[in-house]
């Protein structure tokens, strides 16, 4: 089994560290290949997706991916600034399925933003399409005939991308408690009105499955007022990362919320992915060494799972996750003192 490794900028290296010290603990052989992605790779290589880190990456089974984004690097050309690392990985490997699953923990429903009972109640999963929309279409600065700067990002979706993607959405609900919201803004954009056609259509092959639909500002005022109402939530490209990071804060913390991004391509022991948190690289505490780990064990957990076919080991690492967090140990992001070496102590512990 092989690991491609690759932490980042900022807190990637911080939090990865700690994904792989768990990693190591567990009773499995892999063999882990690093390399270099965002700023620290333009630094180093002059691309924030060196071609040695794709061959990796190609070679790999799994990949778990820390951070990217520099601000030292936020004037660079587009196609050189660290977040083109994360894009070019998920585009180049078809990794069109992102996982993001957000479920609030025993003990932490006083943390969240919301009130506990509130709190109490979440357990969604966002599946966010990860290959198209406004990210990937045309884009540039331009000037307007009457001479003023335009900046311009064209949004589409095939009906394929949507297919497959509703595919997925579909799959995840069956999985769990049946029941698909699908998020759009088809009142006012066609890339969505498709979006819902195609997603309608695809419900046909999953007559087991509850279908609803709901636009997507509404959805981020549900997502608030009543997060227990969504079991699994399908959305473009845009609305996912937007909803997915609102989620977090209804969880707790982005220190908490795990990703798996995930395509077609097979490996011996599951489906290949990438697997990374929500969260960025968090410059305003990177170098502290008080990071929330969580995220980054708990999207170890995912690999485990997607890519290796280790479901016992999955879920023991996320148990250990979740009596570290009854336990009480806490992190900054929760309102505790514990740093990012010490929550890894504590999760280690309890493995
Ligand atoms: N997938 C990725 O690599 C990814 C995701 C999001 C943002 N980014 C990049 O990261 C950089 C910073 O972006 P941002 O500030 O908007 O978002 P961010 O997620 O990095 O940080 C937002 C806030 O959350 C806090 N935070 C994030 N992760 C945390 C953790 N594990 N523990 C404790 N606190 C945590 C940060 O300290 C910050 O206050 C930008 O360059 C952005 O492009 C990268
Ligand atoms: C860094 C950025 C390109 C990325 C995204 O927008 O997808 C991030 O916000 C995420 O949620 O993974
Ligand atoms: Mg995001």
Same mark, same amino acid.
């Given at each position: 089994? %092989? ?20 990693? $190591? ?113 045309? %884009?540039? @600065?331009?000037?307007?005939?009457? *001479?003023?700067?335009?900046?311009? $990002?064209? @949004? ?21 408690? *049946? ?5 759009? %803004? ?30 997507? $500002?509404?959805?981020? @005022? ?13 959305? *473009? ?49 990177? *170098? ?26 999955? %879920? ?36």
């Amino acid at each position: 089994m %092989k690991i491609a490794v690759f932490p980042g900028d900022g807190i990637g290296p911080e939090v990865t560290a700690q994904a792989l010290r768990v990693l $190591d603990a567990l009773p499995l052989q892999v063999s882990l290949l690093e390399g270099d992605v965002g700023g620290i790779a333009y630094k180093r290589h002059g691309h924030p997706l060196p071609d040695e880190t794709l061959v990796a990456a190609n070679e790999a089974d799994a990949i778990l991916f820390g951070a990217v984004g520099d601000f030292d690097c936020d004037n660079l050309e587009r196609h050189l600034r660290p977040e083109q690392a994360i894009l070019g990985l998920r585009r180049e490997l078809n990794l069109f399925a992102n996982l993001r699953p957000a479920k609030v923990f025993e003990g932490l429903e006083h943390t969240s933003a919301l009130k506990p009972e509130i709190a109490g109640a979440i357990d969604l999963l966002i599946v966010r399409e990860l290959n198209g929309d406004v990210y990937f279409g045309e %884009k540039g @600065m331009r000037t307007t005939d009457a *001479g003023l700067r335009q900046g311009y $990002d064209i @949004m589409s979706y095939d009906e394929s991308e949507v297919r497959r993607i509703a595919v997925a959405g579909f799959e995840a609900a069956q999985k769990r408690r *049946g029941r698909l919201c699908s998020v759009d %803004k088809a009142n006012v954009l066609e890339t969505s009105q498709l979006w819902r056609d195609v997603v309608i259509e695809t419900h046909a092959d999953f007559p087991d499955v509850e279908l609803t639909h709901m636009y997507v $500002d509404n959805a981020a @005022m549900q997502l608030v007022k009543n997060p227990g109402q969504f079991d699994v939530v399908v959305t *473009g490209n845009l609305f996912g990362d937007i909803l997915s990071d609102q989620a977090s804060m209804c969880v707790g913390s982005i220190g908490l919320l795990a990703s798996a991004s995930l395509g077609e391509r097979k490996t011996d022991y599951g489906t290949f992915g990438l697997y990374e948190p929500i969260h960025g690289s968090a410059p305003d505490i990177a *170098g502290k060494g008080i990071a929330n780990p969580m995220a980054t064990v708990l999207s170890l957990a995912e690999l485990l799972r997607h890519s290796l076919g280790q479901e016992e080991l999955a %879920k023991r690492v996320e148990n250990a996750v979740a009596k570290t967090l009854a336990d009480g140990i806490r992190g900054g992001d929760l309102g505790g003192d514990s740093n990012c070496a010490e929550i890894g102590d504590a999760i280690l512990t309890r493995l």
